[in-house]
């Protein structure tokens, strides 16, 4: 009598095991087709034609846009964009996590895009309150030099360029 | 049994989450909860209803804290908070708004980002000037970099520049406003205010308002009043030498600055936030003893620096 239950016990246990690891299988194969997708952490980001700073940009991508990565070779990564496009861009700027815009509507990725600021709507709400200086801010963020600017500021003073 | 089944799971989970996503893992935490709860050999007949809601209510608070706990403060949150912190320091400064030296600092900046893993953020990097002889400089999770008059012309060379930014850009890099806050706290606020505001009219409750504020302020206190931690100074430093080497400059001028530092700037508001330069000078030796640096010497950099510094 005992034994019975003991082995009805057992088959109980290795029926569990089986179903649940069935289970984990199932995920870990759904899991798997994504596992190479990354989203975009920058409200725009250049795709380079290869792993450097300075090389020709293919497509420009807006925050939360999804990926797939292709390799990953020193602090760069090979993406393949939405569109097809194959590029480089830096590893840092793309996340793991899935990443929507909280204010990145479609007018407002526009005005990514153009270089102007999507997050016009939260701070005119905070200005009406308080003794804010988001339009210093604006003048601080507008400081940005540019990129043959800053070529000509490397080569004179001796400077790395941001190649790997 | 129970013990045992549930070790097998958490042995197989273990092999399989190694790179898993967080939803992946979230679902597998799911199994093994209803594993542990149900896997005893007895069926359910005896469990009333209540208890079985009871079970799945648990279930849920259970996955949806494991979200909460793993959940990260996105680039676009950081930045947002970020713009509110860098308002909060003009408003307690003035900016100093001058184009040739703005412009200085800007190129030094934007070559030791390219240079560095994360040239990007949400929108990049931006250096400004306050206009204060207060020996300072402050940085927002936003990317924005404030180094004051006074703090300028504390300094001899471009690559002690270089240091000053460095330092900054790596605690924007380490993540250390954010850290100061709780991570709770500043999802809060923000999912709060992104919810509430309503784009076309601009409106929003007080108490949201409020919670957005607390944060910004809570990081706003710990850049201007209390500082970081002295072991994130030291690792800001250590970060900023490798930052100043890959990007060409000369990271022993970092000591050469502290050097400078250390006799100038008692009493003020960079020695009220930050370690003692003699402490610093000492644990950025230590790591200076291991970088190799190859650049070219600061001297090739000084004549555009002293004519730069008659604009500061």
């Given at each position: 009598m005992r034994c019975f239950v003991i082995?009805?016990?057992?088959r109980s246990f290795i029926k569990k095991i089986i179903c649940l690891t069935g289970l984990m299988i199932t995920a870990i194969t759904l899991f798997a087709a994504e596992v190479n997708v990354r989203y975009v952490g920058s409200e725009v980001l250049d795709v380079k034609a290869s792993a450097s700073v300075s090389a020709k940009t293919v497509e420009k991508l807006t925050y939360g846009d999804a990926v797939r990565l292709v390799l990953e070779k020193g602090k760069w990564s090979q993406i393949t964009t939405e569109s097809s496009k194959k590029g480089w861009v830096?590893?840092?700027s793309l996340s793991k996590r899935k990443l929507t815009s909280k204010n990145?509507?479609?007018?407002?990725?526009?005005?990514?895009?153009?270089g102007k600021g999507a997050n016009a709507g939260i701070e005119a709400a905070i200005d009406q309150n308080y003794n804010e200086h988001f339009d210093e801010v604006d003048k601080v963020e507008a400081g940005k030099v540019s990129e043959e600017k800053i070529l000509l500021f490397i080569k004179e003073g001796q400077l790395n360029g941001g190649e790997e | 049994m129970k013990k045992l089944s549930v070790a097998i799971l958490c042995s197989l989970s273990l092999i399989f989450t190694s790179c898993a996503t967080l939803d992946a893992f979230?679902?597998?935490?799911?199994?093994?909860?209803?594993?542990?709860?149900?896997?005893?050999g007895t069926s359910a007949p005896d469990q009333n209803k209540n208890a079985k809601q009871s079970d799945e209510e648990r279930q849920d608070a259970i996955a949806a804290s494991v979200m909460t706990a793993l959940e990260e403060?996105?680039?676009?949150d950081q930045y947002v908070i970020g713009r509110a912190v860098a308002s909060s320091v003009i408003g307690k400064y003035s900016l100093y708004e001058n184009k040739a030296a703005t412009e200085y600092l800007n190129k030094i900046l934007a070559v030791i980002v390219r240079n560095s893993e994360n040239p990007y953020l949400?929108?990049?990097y931006f250096v400004a000037i306050l206009d204060t002889d207060e020996v300072n400089a402050i940085s927002s999770p936003g990317g924005h970099i404030f180094i004051t008059r006074g703090l300028i012309n504390q300094a001899k060379s471009e690559d002690e520049l270089a240091a000053v930014i460095s330092h900054e850009v790596a605690h924007i890099q380490l993540g250390h406003a954010i850290q100061s806050i709780r991570a709770t706290r500043i999802l809060d606020a923000t999912s709060k205010i992104w919810a509430e505001i309503d784009y076309n009219k601009g409106t929003y409750s007080k108490e949201e308002l409020e919670d957005f504020n607390k944060t910004r302020e809570g990081i706003f206190s710990t850049l201007v009043e209390s500082g970081f931690s002295k072991a994130q100074e030291f690792n800001a430093d250590e970060n900023a030498l490798v930052l100043m080497k890959d990007a060409g400059y000369d990271p022993k001028c970092m000591i050469d600055l502290l050097n400078t530092l250390k006799s100038n700037t008692s009493g003020s508001g960079w020695s009220k936030t930050h370690p003692k330069p003699s402490n610093r000078i000492e644990k950025s030796q230590k790591k200076l003893n291991k970088i190799n640096f190859n650049g070219s010497s600061k001297e090739v950099r000084q004549k555009r620096f002293d004519a730069a510094k008659t604009s500061f």
């Open positions: 082995i009805t016990g057992m830096l590893t840092a990145m509507t479609v007018n407002t990725k526009e005005l990514a895009l153009a | 979230v679902a597998v935490a799911k199994t093994m909860e209803s594993v542990s709860k149900g896997g005893d403060i996105t680039p676009e949400y929108k990049g």
